[in-house]
């Protein structure tokens, strides 16, 4: 039998003290961590600036069309935000394939009075995220856009280095000229486990002090919502959960005072599908145990909006099973009861995409008081819907 030397005794007992200061670093950094990011809110919801009433009188309308896509063969999940002159500028993902290296994000204004869109234009590549962020990437994912209370738009986007969408990490952009030229990606710090698997898909909000609320998820040992709370530099600050397990997904928040917010998410757990509804009536601190709607979910995103001086509105897929019907709910009492008021694809007289997808729902009603719905059709194109509240209610 070999005999261990004096060398090799030292170089193990080494090994175990670095292997004991490891494992007792952990829950310290851990707790440390938690007791950061899941303190009170010290501040509530911000008010939303105000949109001009429906008018009773007003006649309804209804302008479907296609953006422009000259450049990708797939694009999916878009997002915007107003900006000057009642204009409005989106973004989304496209490339050859989601996930594959080649998807950027792009974006592209809407002008009213043309009531045109422009061309598309690349705004970050993989390559020039690579760069900025000085780490190797694979894809880029999810975009997600809103305005912090000096009017600067922040532009949160997905990465991955290693892995699928469950090695993520959340990245920021910020103009002070409506989307014209952008500060270049920072990552987010929002997680301790080698700050990956945590994802966006909803609009970020305002608080009242300042600070941003970013409503994320994560795909890694879990599938739950959580809100971020960043400071004025876009640093995480605090961290609350919104779900727990492994079925729920891309939450959206809707705040409709300063303390209460009702949020929605994406259920991927087992049947039956429905749209899961989260409740907060301090400002965000705590959120109410996540329950299933009326409303059907097939495992996919949802967009919500709270109309002014009307209802909460909803747009999802009326389905369990597929992504080919979108439709448009509302509810007069905070998301208790659900009407059905439009069905907008999978219908008989709508026009069919080659890919019967109709997905990724972002809904946002403008200064003016209209409605503007972004999504997914067909994985080739992203269609804007844009109605006022008459259309809505089914006025003639």
Same mark, same amino acid.
């Given at each position: 039998?070999?005999?261990?030397?004096?060398?090799?005794?030292? $170089?193990?007992?080494?090994?175990?003290?670095?292997?004991?200061?490891?494992?007792?670093?952990?829950?310290?950094?851990?707790?440390?961590?938690?007791?950061?990011?899941?303190?009170?809110?010290?501040?509530?919801?911000?008010?939303?600036?105000?949109?001009?009433?429906?008018?009773?009188?007003?006649?309804?309308?209804?302008? +479907?069309?296609?953006?422009?896509? %000259?450049?990708?063969?797939?694009?999916?999940?878009?997002?915007?935000?107003?900006?000057?002159?009642?204009?409005?500028?989106?973004?989304?993902?496209?490339?050859?394939?989601?996930?594959?290296?080649?998807?950027?994000?792009?974006?592209?204004?809407?002008?009213?009075?043309?009531?045109?869109?422009?061309?598309?234009?690349?705004?970050?590549?993989?390559?020039?995220?690579?760069?900025?962020?000085?780490?190797?990437?694979?894809?880029?994912? =999810?975009?997600?856009?809103?305005?912090?209370?000096?009017?600067? !738009?922040?532009?949160?986007?997905?990465?991955?280095?290693?892995?699928?969408?469950?090695? $993520?990490?959340?990245?920021?952009?910020?103009?002070?000229?409506?989307?014209?030229?952008?500060?270049? +990606?920072? &990552?987010?710090?929002?997680?301790?486990?080698? =700050?990956?698997?945590?994802?966006?898909? @909803?609009?970020?909000?305002?608080? #009242?002090?300042?600070?941003?609320?970013?409503?994320?998820?994560?795909?890694?040992?879990?599938?739950?919502?959580?809100?971020?709370?960043?400071?004025?530099?876009?640093?995480?600050?605090?961290?609350?959960?919104?779900?727990?397990? &492994?079925?729920? !997904?891309?939450?959206?928040?809707?705040?409709?005072?300063?303390?209460?917010?009702?949020?929605?998410?994406?259920?991927? @757990?087992?049947?039956? @599908?429905?749209?899961?509804?989260?409740?907060?009536?301090?400002?965000?601190?705590?959120?109410?145990?996540?329950?299933?709607?009326?409303?059907? %979910?097939?495992?996919? #995103?949802?967009?919500?909006? !709270?109309?002014? =001086?009307?209802?909460?509105?909803?747009?999802?897929?009326?389905?369990?099973? %597929?992504?080919?019907? !979108? $439709?448009?709910?509302?509810?007069?009492?905070?998301?208790?009861?659900?009407?059905?008021?439009?069905?907008?694809?999978?219908?008989?007289?709508?026009?069919?995409?080659?890919?019967?997808?109709? $997905?990724?729902?972002?809904?946002?009603?403008?200064? #003016?008081?209209?409605?503007?719905?972004?999504?997914?059709?067909?994985?080739?194109?992203?269609?804007?819907?844009?109605?006022?509240?008459?259309?809505?209610?089914?006025?003639?």
């Amino acid at each position: 039998m070999r005999r261990t030397s004096g060398s090799e005794k030292a $170089s193990v007992a080494v090994g175990w003290r670095r292997w004991v200061l490891l494992a007792t670093a952990i829950p310290v950094f851990g707790g440390l961590y938690l007791k950061i990011f899941t303190a009170p809110s010290p501040a509530g919801f911000a008010s939303p600036e105000a949109a001009a009433p429906a008018a009773s009188a007003s006649r309804p309308f209804y302008r +479907p069309q296609l953006l422009p896509n %000259n450049t990708t063969r797939s694009v999916h999940s878009a997002t915007a935000a107003e900006i000057s002159g009642g204009r409005l500028r989106a973004f989304w993902f496209g490339g050859s394939r989601e996930g594959a290296s080649d998807v950027a994000i792009y974006t592209s204004v809407f002008s009213p009075p043309e009531k045109v869109w422009s061309p598309e234009r690349v705004l970050v590549t993989r390559e020039s995220a690579q760069r900025h962020l000085q780490r190797y990437l694979r894809k880029l994912g =999810n975009p997600a856009v809103g305005r912090d209370r000096s009017g600067r !738009l922040w532009l949160f986007f997905v990465s991955v280095s290693v892995g699928g969408w469950a090695g $993520s990490a959340i990245n920021l952009m910020v103009s002070e000229d409506e989307g014209e030229t952008w500060s270049p +990606p920072r &990552r987010l710090v929002t997680s301790p486990f080698f =700050n990956i698997s945590t994802l966006v898909r @909803g609009s970020p909000l305002q608080f #009242a002090d300042g600070t941003i609320g970013l409503p994320v998820y994560h795909e890694f040992l879990g599938k739950f919502g959580e809100l971020l709370r960043l400071d004025a530099e876009g640093h995480a600050i605090r961290k609350t959960r919104l779900s727990w397990g &492994r079925s729920s !997904l891309q939450p959206v928040i809707v705040p409709w005072s300063e303390t209460d917010a009702v949020g929605f998410m994406r259920y991927s @757990g087992d049947p039956p @599908g429905r749209v899961l509804m989260v409740h907060t009536s301090d400002a965000g601190a705590h959120w109410s145990p996540p329950v299933k709607t009326a409303l059907p %979910n097939p495992n996919a #995103a949802v967009g919500a909006v !709270l109309l002014a =001086n009307g209802p909460l509105v909803l747009a999802f897929n009326n389905s369990q099973e %597929n992504r080919d019907d !979108l $439709s448009l709910a509302y509810s007069k009492d905070r998301g208790n009861t659900w009407n059905i008021a439009r069905r907008l694809e999978g219908g008989a007289a709508s026009p069919k995409a080659s890919m019967p997808e109709y $997905s990724y729902p972002w809904i946002m009603q403008d200064r #003016a008081g209209n409605v503007h719905l972004l999504y997914t059709w067909g994985r080739t194109h992203i269609k804007h819907v844009h109605f006022n509240v008459a259309w809505l209610e089914g006025k003639r």
